[in-house]
């Protein structure tokens, strides 16, 4: 599933400032983060199509209270995108990147999940079946816009392309 580009990049940038940019290694590529200084940490995920500047105004208002904020670009979305933008991600990829973050800038207390990044933070944290290796240890979990189920998700991608979402689930059930 190749994402969106997401548009507003100049606002993000605006929406970054104050925040250190780095890098953390992922899966043989980076994802790129923003760290914003204090305790105890929150780690933000933005959504499907997004990226961290989208959650620019929750991070600088819980870095003036004092949190250690990290957001970061999921695979293939905004500065974590290849060199030629083509890169493929899934909402379990989202959900390792979440421990690569959480790794590499941890500890977090809590982490703030918007649609597919809140989808994949709850699946990081419950880190139950193929999804155990990546499983993060958090306090809090704020799920904003979560997906309540994946034939949500599959039912807007269908919208979206014109597709029938009752022809794919007809399909996949064959």
Not at 56 to 85: E, K, M, N, Q, T
Not at 122 to 127: E, V
């Amino acid at each position: 599933s190749t994402p969106p580009p997401a548009e507003g990049a100049d606002a993000d940038g605006r929406l970054l400032q104050g925040a250190v940019a780095g890098s953390v290694p992922f899966e043989g590529r980076a994802l790129a983060t923003w760290t914003w200084d204090g305790e105890p940490g929150v780690r933000l995920a933005h959504g499907w199509g997004s990226r961290a500047g989208h959650l620019g105004l929750i991070a600088r208002g819980l870095a003036r209270a004092g949190h250690r904020v990290v957001a970061f670009d999921a695979p293939a979305h905004g500065g974590s995108r290849g060199a030629d933008g083509a890169e493929l991600s899934n909402g379990f990829e989202f959900a390792r990147a979440i421990h690569a973050v959480h790794r590499a800038c941890g500890p977090f207390a809590s982490v703030v999940g918007h649609s597919l990044g809140a989808l994949a933070a709850a699946w990081a944290a419950a880190g139950r079946g193929a999804m155990a290796p990546y499983r993060v240890e958090v306090a809090a979990l704020v799920l904003v816009s979560a997906p309540s189920g994946i034939n949500e998700l599959m039912a807007n991608w269908c919208r979206r392309r014109g597709l029938a979402f009752d022809d794919l689930k007809r399909s996949l059930d064959r």
